[in-house]
């Protein structure tokens, strides 16, 4: 089970919004249950939960992140970009058919 | 508030065992509304689950591992534990323990500080 596909790196300037895809497959992804979550990780930090169930944010979290998914990619949304989203993001799914949890390698966003 | 830390030595001769512990703090272990993780991070690279103990104390585990991993609890202590056998230098990560959903992987939330363990003669 290969991990799920996001991009290396994004940037945008503060006030801007990006978007953070990740592909998988129907195994995972874009299968039938919609058990896609989403973690922010600042240097030497431990992972921060953010968004579950693909667009259900965790207690707390800004409405400014926000997640959707389309067929076998997930999406995470940041707008009004601030310096302190500055991090890594990982987008994780479920993969029903094999009892499986899997990640994405990682986006480094870089806010200018 | 709950709060996770992991323990455990910090250096592991290869061919050797990783033992780790995660001892959790503001819940319990037992509670239905949970199960607990342990996922990795290699240097430089991303996430990668290890595999779940959930409240009846049965398991499940990343199958690229599952021959080497063991996790087990000790609900008198509210502690749950990782060992990983056979170890090689391509185990060498932070280690982090999480609570999870009680079903399906949903999230991973609180997770632990996380501890660097090196696998090196």
């Known amino acids: 089970q290969s991990a799920l596909t996001q991009p290396r790196s994004v940037s945008g300037s503060p006030g801007q919004s990006v978007t953070i895809s990740c592909t998988g497959t129907?195994?995972?992804?874009?299968?039938?249950?919609?058990?896609v979550s989403w973690y922010q990780q600042h240097p030497g930090k431990a992972p921060k939960f953010l968004i579950y169930?693909?667009?259900k944010r965790s207690s707390g979290v800004p409405d400014r992140f926000s997640g959707s998914r389309s067929g076998s990619t997930a999406s995470l949304t940041i707008s009004g970009l601030q310096a302190e989203d500055e991090a890594d993001y990982y987008c994780?799914?479920?993969?029903?058919?094999?009892?499986?949890?899997?990640f994405g390698g990682g986006t480094k966003l870089t806010v200018l | 508030q709950l709060q996770l830390q992991e323990s455990g030595p910090r250096l592991v001769k290869p061919s050797e065992t990783l033992s780790l512990t995660c001892t959790v703090s503001?819940?319990?272990?037992?509670?239905?509304?949970?199960?607990w993780g342990w996922l990795r991070q290699p240097p430089g690279k991303g996430l990668e689950w290890i595999g779940n103990?959930?409240?009846?104390?049965?398991?499940s585990y990343n199958p690229s591992l599952k021959s080497r991993v063991t996790i087990f609890r000790d609900t008198s202590k509210n502690q749950f534990s990782l060992k990983l056998s056979s170890v090689t230098a391509a185990d060498t990560a932070v280690y982090y323990c999480?609570?999870?959903?009680?079903?399906?992987?949903?999230?991973?939330?609180?997770w632990g500080q996380g501890t660097r363990v090196t696998v090196s003669s």
């Open positions: 994780c799914s479920y993969a029903g058919t094999y009892n499986f949890v899997i």
């Open positions: 129907s195994s995972d992804v874009g299968g039938y249950n919609n058990y």
């Open positions: 169930d693909v667009s």
């Open positions: 103990i959930y409240y009846s104390g049965s398991t």
């Open positions: 503001g819940g319990s272990i037992s509670s239905s509304d949970s199960s």
């Open positions: 999480a609570r999870s959903s009680p079903g399906n992987y949903r999230w991973f939330d609180p």
